[in-house]
């Protein structure tokens, strides 16, 4: 069993998924993982297991959407996934599907938060007509405060998410704005 990498990631995910906007959301995660990454000053290798993990985060959800996170064990360990990595997907259930793993670690932490997050910033970019170029932290926190935009995306789960982690909400949300736009062209969300 090695660390699981982003590539492998990519190659289990079309096992279990099929539907496009899945793909969409599991690179949008991926690409704010590699930036939290960064933010907690993880090396290369680290950056691309974050990716990784966010790459894979919901390998459950179109085939068991009403117990997401509670397949993910039965799905990823016969693939050589490293049991702390297959707690570490499972732990982004805390407090939505029932599952007992808490996010502990940076990383957990941050997967719990940008998970919803990521969301928001999609939408947000998908009305403007430069997308994600020259995205703002302020304006995003205009939309965050607006309970109507994206509304399917948990406020307060989000918020749980910046406790946990003890981070300001703008520094969460300028990494997530920063990792998503290195990934702007694969989000189709390039200008
Ligand atoms: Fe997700």
Same mark, same amino acid.
């Given at each position: 069993?090695?660390?699981l990498?982003?590539?492998?990631?990519?190659?289990?995910?079309?096992? +279990?998924v099929?539907?496009?906007?899945?793909?969409?959301?599991?690179?949008?995660? #991926?690409?704010?993982?590699?930036?939290?990454?960064?933010?907690?000053?993880?090396?290369?290798?680290?950056?691309d297991?974050? &990716?990784?993990?966010?790459?894979? +985060?919901?390998?459950?959800?179109?085939?068991? @959407?009403?117990?997401?996170?509670?397949?993910? =064990?039965?799905?990823?360990? !016969?693939?050589?996934?490293?049991e702390?990595?297959?707690?570490?997907?499972?732990? +982004?259930?805390?407090?939505?599907?029932?599952?007992?793993?808490? @996010?502990? #670690?940076?990383?957990?932490?941050?997967?719990?938060?940008?998970?919803?997050?990521?969301?928001?910033?999609?939408?947000?970019?998908?009305?403007? !007509?430069?997308?994600?170029?020259?995205m703002?932290?302020? #304006?995003?926190?205009?939309?965050?405060?607006?309970?109507?935009?994206?509304?399917?995306?948990? =406020?307060?789960?989000?918020? =749980?998410?910046?406790?946990?982690?003890?981070?300001?909400?703008?520094?969460?949300?300028?990494?997530?704005?920063?990792?998503?736009? &290195?990934?702007?062209?694969?989000?189709?969300?390039?200008?």
């Amino acid at each position: 069993m090695s660390k699981l990498t982003l590539a492998r990631a990519k190659e289990i995910l079309p096992k +279990h998924v099929t539907e496009d906007h899945l793909f969409t959301h599991a690179a949008a995660v #991926s690409a704010a993982m590699g930036a939290m990454a960064d933010y907690f000053g993880q090396d290369a290798e680290e950056k691309d297991h974050w &990716e990784a993990i966010g790459w894979l +985060h919901d390998v459950d959800y179109e085939k068991y @959407p009403d117990e997401h996170c509670h397949h993910v =064990r039965e799905f990823l360990a !016969p693939e050589g996934v490293e049991e702390e990595d297959i707690c570490a997907i499972i732990s +982004h259930g805390h407090g939505l599907t029932g599952v007992d793993q808490e @996010p502990q #670690s940076d990383m957990e932490k941050s997967l719990f938060t940008v998970d919803e997050l990521t969301g928001i910033v999609h939408a947000y970019a998908l009305m403007r !007509p430069e997308r994600l170029t020259g995205m703002e932290v302020k #304006s995003l926190k205009k939309k965050f405060k607006d309970k109507r935009f994206a509304a399917g995306c948990n =406020r307060d789960v989000i918020k =749980r998410g910046f406790e946990m982690l003890g981070l300001e909400a703008g520094v969460v949300m300028e990494a997530c704005i920063k990792g998503m736009q &290195e990934h702007a062209e694969e989000l189709g969300l390039a200008r």
